[in-house]
């Protein structure tokens, strides 16, 4: 079996269906229920960067979607999502590096935000006030204050959010979730996903140094903390730095853990324990390489780990998901899954399925469809909220070192002020919030 690398899963984005077309003003009369037929869905930008550029490519394989504005603190990115349309025979779309030269414009009917994660809360939020429907990158925010703040925002203003987890839309993940939740598994008692990924390489430890030309490097820090520019915070190596995100945990653990979520009960975590560290990579990274999760639910137990820098996995699987019922376990990853029968049992037969190729094309179509219909897409932002959090309550523990129980009602931290401290974020001046519970 052979893992799609990030690389391959941002590469792999040009078999989209044909679709029907609208526009800005269609969408408008949609909300009124008047239908109208031939015009176009008008995009905003917001971070050009990998992710963003492979969104956008996505985006523009539906010919009633057209990209009138590319935001990005680097003018290089900028130029690489207009040579996405150029390729994509569209017209060349704007520049600006303010994402709120992107929400102030008429002709802007939704956004897609593949900022850094620490970047991802405000723009959503504003684009809701400014009556734009969103598509944000995974994971949802960078912490559970800040998810809550996104989902209240566009439930005030009644937006169709997606959140861009696109294995949400894999058919065969889909499949083999309703086959756990059909019972057929007998009683669920744990499951787990892992990541073990070894082509994440050790980053080196340069020094800070002035920002390369053409980018604003204030801008791009926004609400983060004050530090000088580094080589290894910025870019793709953002991840692995706390002012920013999460590690592997918010990264590819937010990925995996809603295929678990998927065939698992709707129920918030009671308890969570995290242990790791940097045991493989010797860098200036700060995020664990090596981190082992155990959430305690109600009904289940469910175990995350990572590496990075390795890559021989469970079962000889780089990466996947599994749940473990009194019947039988289910394998599954990108290749497909399999039902492997309990030994003592004779309900269940082996089975093997085939994987469903790339979900992307489906995710998007399907927030597409939505901003039609005006409901809520697969992986709206009540679910986003609800998988990125269990992915930051790992991080919780972990970053204070103790054993964390979670009240979801009030969404804090029992009995443990450090740890719920780290509930929510303080931002630099003057970047706010709307919504935000506490700062």
């Given at each position: 079996?052979?893992?799609?690398?990030?690389?391959?899963?941002?590469?792999?984005?040009?078999?989209?269906?044909?679709?029907?077309?609208?526009?800005?003003?269609?969408?408008?009369?949609?909300?009124?229920?008047?239908?109208?037929?031939?015009?176009?869905?008008?995009?905003?930008?917001?971070?050009?960067?990998?992710?963003?550029?492979?969104?956008?490519?996505?985006?523009?394989?539906?010919?009633?979607?057209?990209?009138?504005?590319?935001?990005?603190?680097?003018?290089?990115?900028?130029?690489?999502?207009?040579?996405?349309?150029?390729?994509?025979?569209?017209?060349?779309?704007?520049?600006?590096?303010?994402?709120?030269?992107?929400?102030?414009?008429?002709?802007?009917?939704?956004?897609?935000?593949?900022?850094?994660?620490?970047?991802?809360?405000?723009?959503?939020?504003?684009?809701?006030?400014?009556?734009?429907?969103?598509?944000?990158?995974?994971?949802?925010?960078?912490?559970?204050?800040?998810?809550?703040?996104?989902?209240?925002?566009?439930?005030?203003?009644?937006?169709?959010?997606?959140?861009?987890?696109?294995w949400r839309s894999c058919q065969h993940m889909i499949d083999a979730a309703e086959f756990v939740k059909s019972g057929k598994l007998g009683k669920l008692a744990?499951?787990?996903?892992?990541?073990?990924?070894?082509?994440?390489?050790?980053?080196?430890?340069?020094?800070?140094?002035?920002?390369?030309?053409?980018?604003?490097?204030?801008?791009?820090?926004?609400?983060?903390?004050?530090?000088?520019?580094?080589?290894?915070?910025?870019?793709?190596?953002?991840?692995?730095?706390?002012?920013?995100?999460?590690?592997?945990?918010?990264?590819?653990?937010?990925?995996?853990?809603?295929?678990?979520?998927?065939?698992?009960?709707?129920?918030?975590?009671?308890?969570?324990?995290?242990?790791?560290?940097?045991?493989?990579?010797?860098?200036?990274?700060?995020?664990?390489?090596?981190?082992?999760?155990?959430?305690?639910?109600?009904?289940?137990?469910?175990?995350?780990?990572?590496?990075?820098?390795?890559?021989?996995?469970?079962?000889?699987?780089?990466?996947?998901?599994?749940?473990?019922?009194?019947?039988?376990?289910?394998?599954?990853?990108?290749?497909?899954?399999?039902?492997?029968?309990?030994?003592?049992?004779?309900?269940?037969?082996?089975?093997?399925?085939?994987?469903?190729?790339?979900?992307?094309?489906?995710?998007?179509?399907?927030?597409?469809?939505?901003?039609?219909?005006?409901?809520?897409?697969?992986?709206?932002?009540?679910?986003?909220?609800?998988?990125s959090t269990v992915a930051h309550l790992g991080n919780i523990a972990y970053r204070s070192g103790s054993k964390i129980t979670w009240d979801a009602e009030h969404?804090?931290?029992?009995?443990?002020?450090?740890?719920?401290?780290?509930?929510?974020?303080?931002?630099?001046?003057?970047?706010?919030?709307?919504?935000?519970?506490?700062?």
């Amino acid at each position: 079996m052979n893992a799609m690398t990030r690389r391959q899963f941002v590469r792999n984005t040009t078999l989209a269906a044909g679709a029907a077309a609208l526009s800005g003003p269609f969408i408008r009369s949609l909300r009124a229920g008047e239908p109208g037929p031939n015009d176009k869905i008008r995009l905003g930008v917001i971070g050009c960067g990998g992710m963003g550029q492979g969104d956008l490519d996505c985006f523009l394989e539906n010919q009633e979607v057209e990209c009138v504005v590319i935001c990005d603190v680097d003018e290089k990115n900028s130029t690489k999502g207009q040579a996405i349309c150029a390729k994509k025979e569209r017209k060349k779309p704007d520049t600006v590096k303010d994402f709120r030269r992107v929400l102030d414009r008429k002709d802007v009917d939704a956004v897609l935000i593949a900022t850094p994660d620490h970047w991802h809360a405000i723009p959503t939020v504003m684009a809701c006030q400014a009556g734009k429907d969103v598509y944000v990158e995974k994971p949802l925010s960078k912490t559970i204050d800040e998810g809550r703040a996104m989902l209240t925002a566009a439930q005030k203003h009644n937006r169709v959010v997606q959140m861009g987890s696109q294995w949400r839309s894999c058919q065969h993940m889909i499949d083999a979730a309703e086959f756990v939740k059909s019972g057929k598994l007998g009683k669920l008692a744990m499951a787990r996903g892992w990541a073990y990924l070894d082509w994440i390489p050790q980053i080196g430890k340069p020094a800070d140094c002035p920002p390369p030309a053409g980018v604003d490097y204030n801008m791009w820090l926004g609400p983060a903390p004050q530090h000088a520019f580094n080589p290894n915070r910025y870019h793709f190596n953002f991840r692995w730095f706390w002012d920013y995100a999460g590690g592997l945990m918010t990264d590819w653990g937010v990925h995996l853990l809603n295929m678990v979520l998927m065939g698992t009960p709707a129920e918030a975590p009671k308890s969570v324990v995290s242990l790791g560290g940097k045991y493989v990579l010797d860098d200036n990274s700060e995020t664990p390489d090596s981190q082992v999760t155990t959430y305690e639910f109600p009904n289940f137990m469910l175990v995350w780990e990572h590496k990075a820098g390795l890559g021989v996995g469970i079962n000889n699987r780089p990466w996947g998901v599994a749940w473990y019922g009194t019947e039988g376990t289910i394998m599954m990853d990108d290749s497909g899954w399999e039902v492997i029968p309990e030994h003592r049992k004779a309900n269940l037969e082996p089975e093997k399925h085939k994987g469903s190729g790339n979900p992307r094309p489906a995710h998007v179509r399907n927030f597409l469809d939505c901003m039609k219909s005006r409901q809520q897409p697969v992986l709206n932002l009540e679910r986003g909220h609800y998988v990125s959090t269990v992915a930051h309550l790992g991080n919780i523990a972990y970053r204070s070192g103790s054993k964390i129980t979670w009240d979801a009602e009030h969404e804090k931290v029992v009995g443990n002020p450090v740890a719920d401290k780290l509930v929510g974020v303080k931002y630099r001046k003057p970047w706010k919030l709307d919504y935000m519970k506490r700062s």
